[in-house]
């Protein structure tokens, strides 16, 4: 690595570093990949690079590959409707909304429920939230308009559920996790302990995670529930090196979990002309990566601090997960970490 481009990723690191050393971050891991070179950096109260944390939102991504695995095996089509597959969900224009609209976000349905407090304060089940997400009003006529939906990618995974006969949390660990060799991952927490995980700074979370509220203990970010809930918007654990294994096989198109022509269709543009541009459970183009990135980037980002990309431009894989939630500071130091590592790309 030549280096200039070690200069850049040096600033990064020393921007983490010092975030750190001020109390601001408490935990954090970079993973970067630039062709066949890897680096690691861990900071703060991570005890090792392998460290596992709460993924938030790079969560969408990882179930959507689950469900696309049952694509590849003929099992549903990116067409159909998610009446098919959920009967419930009929009445109205919900008839019209397909799997494909869930997936770029233009289903009309909301991110979050308006009960969703309620729902998490009593410890509702996967399939509680879903009965209700079935009963959400929609915002807009299915494909005209985006509208980031967490509760869209809920009933995606319900239908993956139904489709397999097989829970989500032991779908996306059977096809994604194993053939990945993803050893430091889990959907909820799977076979690992409260204890293992990394916790999040959640005075600084956002309010439908239970930021800041002492009331909101037992089912905020941190809390046993929640940890073991494995939401698909946003209840993935993983390690920096695992989440950069996860976007090395839509990358490479190495065939593993999915395969390469629906690797590819991944990261592709399914929304119409006008409307956010979105691949299926992933951001695509230089907003799904960091400044300097280039049109071909895809990934995705966090709420609970961390973000996930890669950019064939440059072959670069650039992971950064901190404790420190997205919404607390702008510039957040995972940015700044991602603009030093697309800085430092060899093109």
């Known amino acids: 690595m030549a280096a200039l481009r070690r200069e850049r990723l040096d600033e990064g690191f020393e921007a983490l570093a010092r975030a750190t050393r001020q109390g601001q971050v408490t935990s954090a891991v970079v993973h970067v990949i630039q062709r066949d070179t890897a680096l690691t950096r861990t900071f703060g109260k991570v005890p090792n690079a392998e460290a596992m944390f709460l993924l938030g939102s790079i969560s969408k991504p990882i179930t959507v590959t689950a469900l696309m695995s049952l694509f590849d095996r003929g099992l549903f089509k990116l067409d159909e409707p998610l009446s098919k597959f959920i009967p419930q969900f009929k009445s109205g224009q919900r008839e019209q909304v397909t799997m494909q609209h869930l997936l770029t976000h233009v289903s009309g349905l909301p ?32 494909g005209t308009k985006y509208e980031y939906s967490s509760m869209a990618i809920l009933l995606a995974a319900r239908a993956a559920e139904l489709i397999s006969g097989t829970d989500l949390l032991n779908l996306i660990e059977k096809t994604v996790f ?11 927490l799977g076979r690992f302990r409260l204890e293992d995980m990394v916790s999040c700074q959640t005075e600084y979370a956002a309010p439908e995670a239970g930021g800041g509220d002492p009331k909101a203990k037992d ?3 941190n809390s046993g529930y929640w940890r073991k ?16 294994r996860f976007l090395a096989e839509l990358l490479n198109e190495t065939g593993t979990a999915v395969k390469p022509a629906t690797a590819r269709l991944m ?4 929304n119409a002309p006008k409307v956010t541009p979105r691949g299926l459970g992933l951001n695509i183009g230089p907003s799904a990566g960091s400044k300097g990135c280039s049109e071909k980037t895809f990934g995705h980002t966090g709420s609970t601090g961390t973000l996930a990309w890669a950019d064939p431009a440059t072959h670069t894989i650039c992971v950064v997960l901190t404790s420190l939630p997205a919404r607390a500071v702008q510039p957040h130091p995972r940015d700044l970490m991602g603009e030093a590592v697309a800085a430092s790309a060899d093109s």
């Not at 194993?178 to 909820?188: E, F, T, V």
């Not at 990261?267 to 399914?270: A, D, E, S, T």
Request: charged share 20%; aromatic share 8%.
């Open 229 to 244: 809930l494995g939401a698909p918007w946003g209840g993935t654990h993983a390690s920096a090196p695992d989440v950069a």
């Open 111 to 142: 991110d979050q429920l308006p009960e969703n407090n309620e729902l998490r304060s009593k410890h509702a089940s996967l399939a509680e939230f879903a009965d209700h997400a079935v009963r959400a009003p929609l915002h807009f006529s299915p």
């Open 178 to 188: 194993q053939p990945l060799k993803m050893q430091h991952s889990a959907q909820g």
């Open 219 to 221: 089912w905020d970010w």
């Open 267 to 270: 990261v592709k543009n399914h």
